[in-house]
Structures are given as C-alpha cells and as structure tokens.
C-alpha cells in the first residue's frame, strides 16, 4: 500500500488491518515516527505490519518495494496505488520538474507496482489492484494540468489492466475522490479565510467545495469502506471501472 503514512492512506491501512490484511506501511516521513506508527497499527489489529520508505518516484525503488513486500509478507494480494502529489500552476509557468515528479509518483509509480505485482497475482490466481485516483481522473480543473494529466492516465492504465487480466481472478478499479479534508486543505481554507476575511464556513462552501454539490467533505471512512468492498468477493465482477466518491461532483 503506497503512502500509508497519513490522511487517506493511513485510513485504508487502518481499515485493511482492522479486516485482518497484513499490510505493508509505506510513505516518506521520519524514520523515529513512521516505526512508532508502525508499531501502532500493528499493536492495535494484532496484524503482521511491515515499514517501507521506498521513494517511489524512482522505477528501482518501486521494484524494490514489491520484491521486498512480497518477500516480508511472503505475498501480495493486494495492491493499493495511493501516495499522490499535488503543483498548482498555469501551464505556461508550470515547473518542467514539478511536473515530471507527478507524473513519476501519480502514474509512472502504478504501472511499476503493477507490473512488478502481477505475475505473482496470476500465479495465485487472485488478486486486486486499487489506484487511488481523483475526481481529476474524470474531469479538469484550471491550474491542475500534471494532476489532472496524471490521474486521467491512471484511470486509463486501471481499464487497461483491467482488461488484461479479466480472466486471471484479478481485478483493477480506480477510486476516483472529490474533495477530503485532509491537513493541507485545512491549510487552505485558513489562508483563504484570512486573504478574503471571510468566516471558514463560506470559504469551504463557496470556493474549496465550489464544484461538489454535497458541499460535505468526502470522509477517509468512506474511501477505505469502498476499498474494503472491492476487495471482497462481492466485488468480483466490478473491474476496469473508475468509481467516483465525489459528492455528485462529476455528475455534472
Ligand atoms: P497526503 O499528501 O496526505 O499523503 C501522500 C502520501 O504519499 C504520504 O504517505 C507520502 O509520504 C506519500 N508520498 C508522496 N510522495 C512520495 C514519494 N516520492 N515516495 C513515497 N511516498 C510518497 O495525500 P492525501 O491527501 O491523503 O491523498 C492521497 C491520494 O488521494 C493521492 O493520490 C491524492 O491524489 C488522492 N486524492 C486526494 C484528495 C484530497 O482531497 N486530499 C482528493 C482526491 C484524490
């Protein structure tokens, strides 16, 4: 599971744990506090969890991640594309490089856990493959073009893996969010409050959930149910579809 250090991540490996998967806890962060939190998940579902601070924006780091898990775990069944980064700029000033990482982590690090992973799946004849996209891997958004770019290459790799592998016993869905409320949206609604001076509730109304007709924040909870969902066997016939949990966002 691919950057399981916070926010989104840290709750699909909280509720993965909690159903009884041993899940390989990956993101970047401090070595000190990622091996404290480790502990943590593990002491609280009684699971095997294993620590990973592969940087997966490098293809060998990737491979690397994969060979290892499969090695610790002594498998991989699952397989949870969710660390994600985020450049916001009009494309004539967008950094070339900013726009390489998000390529590198968004998308090029999905198909590198998926093409390390699937050979192992197949053998076992079972497997789910889950890329945490966005509502931007359906539709665009101003200032977005590396995101929206990417993710909209991740729902199309999802469908194409999908296909591939429809008769194996594996299966490949993107999850597709709208907003979450996550701690650097937190930190935008604050700067947008303080720039504007208006009162928090009219900034996540009117300008951060201005596209999401709920005008409710997506909650964490909601995403790893759905991720607990696709990987019963109640979901096994829900494949190369890109589901969006967005509020009515995209229904528009
Ligand atoms: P976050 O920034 O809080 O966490 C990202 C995780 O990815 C962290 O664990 C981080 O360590 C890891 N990561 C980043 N770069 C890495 C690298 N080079 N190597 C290894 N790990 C790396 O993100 P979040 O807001 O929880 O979002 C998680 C996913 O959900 C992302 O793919 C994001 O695009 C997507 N998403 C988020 C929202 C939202 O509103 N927050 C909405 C839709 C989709």
Same mark, same amino acid.
């Given at each position: ?60 780091? +990737? ?47 999905? =198909? ?104 409710? =924040?997506?909650? +964490? ?32």
């Amino acid at each position: 599971m691919t950057g399981s250090t916070r926010e989104i991540g840290w709750g699909i490996a909280q509720a993965l744990a909690k159903e009884g998967v041993q899940v390989i806890f990956h993101g970047l962060g401090e070595a000190e506090e990622l091996e404290r939190q480790r502990r943590t998940l593990a002491e609280s579902s009684g699971v095997n969890v294993g620590l990973h601070q592969a940087d997966i924006s490098q293809a060998a780091d +990737v491979a690397r991640l994969v060979e290892d898990t499969q090695r610790a775990m002594g498998g991989l069944d699952i397989l949870v594309n969710n660390a994600g980064i985020q450049h916001v700029s009009p494309v004539e000033d967008f950094p070339a490089e900013r726009w390489d990482a998000i390529q590198g982590i968004n998308l090029n690090a999905s =198909f590198h856990t998926a093409r390390a992973a699937i050979p192992e799946m197949k053998r076992r004849g079972w497997g789910r493959i889950l890329n945490i996209a966005s509502a931007h891997g359906l539709v665009a958004s101003p200032f977005k073009s590396a995101y929206v770019a990417a993710k909209h290459g991740q729902v199309g790799l999802t469908k194409t893996i999908a296909l591939e592998l429809a008769e194996t016993g594996i299966t490949c869905n993107a999850i597709c969010p709208g907003y979450v409320q996550t701690a650097l949206v937190d930190a935008q609604i604050e700067s947008q409050a303080q720039a504007h001076s208006l009162p928090r509730e009219k900034v996540i109304r009117d300008i951060i959930l201005a596209a999401q007709p709920t005008k409710r =924040f997506v909650g +964490v909870e909601e995403i790893a149910a759905l991720v607990i969902f696709l990987c019963g066997d109640h979901a096994r016939s829900i494949t190369g579809a890109a589901i969006p949990i967005d509020g009515g966002w995209t229904a528009r």
